[in-house]
T-cell receptor
Framework: SAVISQKPSRDICQRGTSLTIQCQVD?????MFWYRQQPGQSLTLIAT?????????ESGFVIDKFPISRPNLTFSTLTVSNMSPEDSSIYLC??????????FGPGTRLTVL | KQEVTQIPAALSVPEGENLVLNCSFT??????LQWFRQDPGKGLTSLLL?????REQTSGRLNASLDKSSGRSTLYIAASQPGDSATYLC????????FGAGTRLTVKP
């Protein structure tokens, strides 16, 4: 299994500002994923981040709003840019382990005022 | 496009009861199916992973079954406890992973 940590665990931000979320994995992984979970909803995939290549974004998500970095095989960041109250969500980092089992970090709970 | 449905959306049971959570999916060409637990405001904890070639997996009081041909999976929880209270999510992997909306379980002491 993979152990994933995220920073910050929660934050309250003002409209128009940006927040960068960090994801650290205890082992080297090829594929990392970023998800959003809006209040009362299930998970929505934002993008897939492979080391050494540009992130692949899902429909409805763009790089200008959610820039992602993947500098090595154990770390990634997601930035939520120019935030609005609609960005208030839990943001989750995830990796694919052995046997295609997916593991998730503890999440970052973001509130935008 | 794969669609995943979980029934019921919410369930409240007294402590000690055995219960079944249901998950259905529309595309039977899956690689695997995974059950997760999510506590309020937290991340997802993987409970059970069933590969497409398997029929069931067991971990402690949890048993998950998979019937690919009918597009169904069930999560059986034996002798439920208040600590089992959480949202249970089913996720199906084809070329990507699709999540159900979850079943919110409350186990009352």
């Amino acid at each position: 299994s993979a152990v994933i940590s995220q920073k910050p665990s929660r934050d309250i931000c003002q409209r128009g500002t940006s927040l960068t979320i960090q994801c650290q994995v205890d082992s080297q992984v090829t594929m990392m994923f970023w998800y959003r979970q809006q209040p009362g909803q299930s998970l929505t995939l934002i993008a897939t981040a492979n080391q050494g290549s540009e992130a692949t974004y899902e429909s409805g998500f763009v790089i200008d709003k959610f820039p992602i970095s993947r500098p090595n095989l154990t770390f990634s960041t997601l930035t939520v840019s120019n935030m609005s109250p609609e960005d208030s969500s839990i943001y989750l980092c995830s990796v694919l382990g052995g046997y295609n089992e997916q593991f998730f970090g503890p999440g970052t709970r973001l509130t935008v005022l | 496009k794969q669609e995943v449905t979980q029934i019921p959306a919410a369930l409240s049971v007294p402590e000690g009861e055995n219960l079944v959570l249901n998950c259905s999916f529309t595309d039977s060409a899956i690689y695997n199916l995974q059950w997760f637990r999510q506590d309020p405001g937290k991340g997802l904890t993987s409970l059970l992973l069933i590969q497409s070639s398997q029929r069931e997996q067991t971990s402690g009081r949890l048993n998950a079954s998979l019937d690919k041909s009918s597009g169904r999976s069930t999560l059986y929880i034996a002798a439920s406890q208040p600590g089992d209270s959480a949202t249970y999510l089913c996720a199906v992997r084809t070329y990507d992973m699709r999540f159900g909306a979850g079943t919110r379980l409350t186990v009352k002491p």
